[in-house]
Nanobody, 123 residues
Framework: VQLQASGGGLVQAGGSLRLSCAAS????????MGWFRQAPGKEREFVAV????????DYADSVKGRFTISRDNAKNTVYLQMNSLKPEDTAVYYC?????????????????WGQGTQVTVSS
């Protein structure tokens, strides 16, 4: 699966952004999808995951209540709505895909990754 993330940008603290992740060569309808982020000097960290059907989702504690992952399989796209953004949300955000529910939902393991999109939140 070739993934393309977009929607990043510069926003003030308290603002919102919506990231999108689209597949260019395969349908995402059977892929469990995740979002990760990596800040400068830090390791990549899990942000959110959603099942292939959209029936289940999970979030990192740091973004619960502020971020929402969703998907539109008809449009072959997964979204990450980010509200109430904080400077500590600044990072490169990556989307990822995996067809194995147990790998994605339980172990946060993904076998396909997109390039990142930069999110910068100013204070």
């Amino acid at each position: 699966v070739q993934l393309q993330a977009s929607g990043g940008g510069l926003v003030q603290a308290g603002g919102s952004l919506r990231l999108s992740c689209a597949a260019s060569n395969r349908a995402l309808s059977r892929q469990n999808m995740g979002w990760f982020r990596q800040a400068p000097g830090k390791e990549r960290e899990f942000v959110a995951v959603i099942t292939w059907s959209g029936s289940g989702a999970d979030y990192a504690d740091s973004v619960k209540g502020r971020f929402t992952i969703s998907r539109d399989n008809a449009k072959n796209t997964v979204y990450l709505q980010m509200n109430s953004l904080k400077p500590e949300d600044t990072a490169v955000y990556y989307c990822a895909a995996d067809s194995r529910p147990w790998a994605a939902m339980t172990r946060r393991e993904f076998d396909a990754w997109g390039q990142g999109t930069q999110v910068t939140v100013s204070s």
